[in-house]
C-alpha cells in the first residue's frame, strides 16, 4: 500500500509574493523531514523552484481565477491525492480532504487596508474556504483568534504554525550600517510615511525594500529621501538586514510580521508598532512605538543599540521551520485520519 498523497499548492514560488511565497518555500524544504509516511508534492508554475524531497507538478496559470475555478480541481481529480494544502482559499470544487492555512483576516478588521475588488473577493472566498477546510492553520495566536471569533471555527479546528526565518538570516561579521530599513509591500497597511518621517527625524537615510503596490506612496517615500529598491533577490535582502542599524517596522495590522523575525534573527534591533501580532514575534526584545513617535523611538535605540541586539537575537530562538513543519505534519495526519 503506497503511502499517503499530500498536495500543496505552491503557486506563489518565483512570483514575488513577499511573506506568502516565503511560508511555501520554506514549508516545503522543511516538510520532507518530518513527513514520515506521507508523499509531498507540490503544484506549480515553476517546478525548477521545488525543493529537493517534494514532487514537483508542473501546472501553468495565466488567469488566478480559471486556475482555481477549473484547472486545480481537474489537476486534483487525476492525482487523487488524499489530501490538498492551499494558502488563503480554496477552489470552488475539491475532490479530497484539504487544509488551508491563513496569514490573516486584515481584510476583515479594516477595508481601507487593501483594494475595494480584493476586500469583496476576499470576504466572500476565505471564510467560505475556512469552514469547507478540515483543518485550519493560522500563523499567529492573533490570526487564530480572529478565526474564532470572525468566523465562528471550531478552536480546536484552528492550529497556530508560526513562521520562521531563512537559516541565511544569522548576525554579519563587522559594524552595521547607518542606515535604516524598511521591509514590506509599500502599501497603505505598511504604514511607509511614518518610517520616512521617522528617519528624517533621526538624520538617517530609510532603505525600504518590497514590492511598489501603490505609486503615490513609493513618490512620496522619495520625495522624503528614500532610497525605493523594490523587490529584491533574498540574498540581497538578508545583506540589508544585517547591516541595517535598525528596521523600522510601522505597520497598521500583521498576520505575524516576519521581517521584524528576521531582523532579530540578525541581531538587527526593531522598532514596530505595537501590532499584536507583532508583539506575538517580538516580545520584550524589540521597542514599540505609535507611529508619531517613531523618531524619538529611533532615537532612543541609536544611542544604545548593543542591549537591543542581544535582546533579539534571544528572542530569534523561538522561531524555526522545523518546529513549523512538525506542526503541520500533525495536522495532515488529523486530516487524514
Not at 481537474?74 to 494558502?87: D, E, G, I, N, S
Not at 479546528?157 to 521591509?183: C, H, M
Not at 511607509?192 to 517615500?221: F, N, Y
Amino acid at each position: 500500500m503506497s503511502d499517503p498523497l499530500v498536495v500543496v499548492d505552491a503557486d506563489v514560488l518565483g512570483r514575488q509574493r513577499t511573506g506568502d511565497e516565503t511560508y511555501v518555500r520554506e514549508l516545503l524544504r522543511a516538510l520532507p523531514a518530518h513527513a514520515v509516511g506521507l508523499r509531498i508534492a507540490a503544484i506549480t508554475r515553476r517546478p525548477d523552484l521545488v525543493p529537493e524531497g517534494v514532487e514537483p507538478v508542473h501546472l501553468p496559470a495565466r488567469s488566478q481565477e480559471l486556475r482555481m475555478a477549473l484547472r486545480v480541481p481537474l489537476l486534483l481529480r487525476r492525482l487523487r491525492p488524499q489530501l490538498a494544502h492551499f494558502v488563503h482559499s480554496l477552489p470552488l470544487r475539491v475532490p479530497c480532504p484539504a487544509v488551508l492555512t491563513v496569514q490573516d483576516l486584515s481584510f476583515e478588521r479594516d477595508a481601507s487596508l487593501m483594494g475595494h475588488r480584493e476586500t469583496a473577493i476576499f470576504r466572500v472566498v476565505v471564510p467560505r474556504s475556512a469552514r469547507a477546510a478540515r483543518r485550519v492553520l493560522a500563523i499567529s495566536q492573533r490570526t487564530k483568534d480572529d478565526l474564532v471569533q470572525l468566523y465562528r471555527l471550531p478552536e480546536e479546528k484552528v492550529v497556530v504554525t508560526p513562521l520562521a526565518t531563512d537559516p541565511r538570516f544569522t548576525p554579519a561579521p563587522g559594524p552595521r550600517g547607518d542606515y535604516l530599513l524598511l521591509v514590506g509591500a509599500v502599501e497603505p497597511r505598511k504604514n511607509p510615511l511614518a518610517a520616512a518621517d521617522a528617519a528624517q527625524a533621526v538624520g538617517r537615510t530609510l532603505v525600504s525594500v518590497g514590492p511598489e503596490r501603490d505609486k503615490e506612496l513609493v513618490a512620496a517615500l522619495r520625495r522624503r529621501g528614500a532610497e525605493v529598491l523594490g523587490f529584491v533577490p533574498e540574498s540581497e535582502l538578508v545583506r540589508l538586514v544585517q547591516g541595517a542599524a535598525v528596521l523600522l517596522f510601522p505597520t497598521r495590522y500583521e498576520g505575524f510580521g516576519l521581517p521584524v523575525a528576521e531582523a532579530m534573527a540578525c541581531g538587527t534591533p526593531v522598532v514596530a508598532t505595537p501590532d499584536a501580532a507583532v508583539k506575538e514575534v517580538g516580545g520584550d526584545a524589540i521597542v514599540y512605538a505609535e507611529p508619531e513617535d517613531f523618531g524619538e523611538a529611533v532615537a532612543r535605540v541609536l544611542a544604545d543599540p548593543a542591549p537591543w541586539s542581544a535582546k533579539a537575537l534571544e528572542r530569534a530562538k523561538l522561531f524555526s521551520w522545523d518546529e513549523t513543519a512538525r506542526r503541520t505534519v500533525e495536522v495532515y495526519k488529523q486530516a487524514l485520519a
